[in-house]
């Protein structure tokens, strides 16, 4: 089974400073792995993925996550921290094709940016 | 643009009452999906469809149905609407290929009166 966890529900972070929200993944296989943003009363919009490839993947808005297999993990990570980037993140993990076509969320992580 | 497009994007009922809410995609995408939000917590899948294909999650009430007439087009049908019903509703769509993400809709916040 596929599954991922946010074991932070919250992160504060000064504007400005680099920013880390983490996730880390169980899957049976290849992980194909996504992180999503949320802000109020909208859908989620995709950031970026891992499929294979660049452990470094970069995405929208400045975004990076780096896919570590030894440690299971998927950190979303951002150089320069906006107050803009204040939002409800969500990594999520794909059934590998043919298999199905679930993705799995994790819980969430909120982000404060602290002008 | 192509795009996955929700409407209504606020929708009021009253207890009891049957609502629908609607979903279309210009992606072409074959899988769509129905989430429940609440309250900022993770997407619920209520259900899906691979083409036809209709695939209900075991936990979802019976009160939630959903229709797919063409690839275009899903609706969410809540037969009768009850307080706790009240949440974002998100639709989203995506190939069958493994390594595409999920494309989502504006979601759909529903009221329940």
């Known amino acids: 089974a596929q599954s991922v966890a946010q074991p932070e529900d919250q992160v504060n972070v000064a504007e400005g400073n680099p920013l880390t929200v983490k996730c880390t993944y169980s899957v049976s296989g290849n992980p194909y792995l996504f992180w999503y943003v949320q802000y109020p009363n909208r859908g989620l919009q995709f950031l970026l993925k891992?499929?294979?490839?660049?452990?470094l993947v970069k995405g929208s808005y400045g975004f990076e996550a780096e896919f570590n297999k030894s440690q299971t993990s998927f950190h979303l990570k951002k150089p320069s921290a906006l107050v803009s980037d204040s939002a409800l993140y969500f990594c999520a993990v794909r059934d590998p094709p043919n298999t199905g076509n679930q993705f799995y969320f994790g819980t969430g992580t909120s982000l404060t940016v602290i002008p | 643009d192509a795009m996955v497009i929700q409407n209504p994007r606020y929708q009021v009922t009253q207890f009891g009452k049957p609502v629908t809410l609607s979903c279309s995609q210009t992606?072409?995408?074959?899988?769509m999906y129905w989430y429940q939000q609440k309250s900022s917590q993770a997407p619920k899948l209520l259900f899906h469809y691979y083409d036809k294909d209709f695939n209900n999650e075991a936990d979802t009430p019976d009160n939630f149905q959903s229709r797919r007439p063409n690839t275009s087009f899903c609706f969410l049908d809540i037969r009768s609407p009850g307080l706790g019903d009240a949440a974002m509703y998100l639709c989203?769509?995506?190939?069958?290929?493994?390594?595409?993400?999920?494309?989502f809709g504006q979601g759909t916040r529903l009221t329940v009166v």
């Open positions: 989203a769509t995506s190939s069958r290929t493994g390594n595409t993400e999920a494309f």
């Open positions: 992606l072409n995408h074959n899988v």
């Open positions: 891992y499929i294979t490839g660049d452990n």
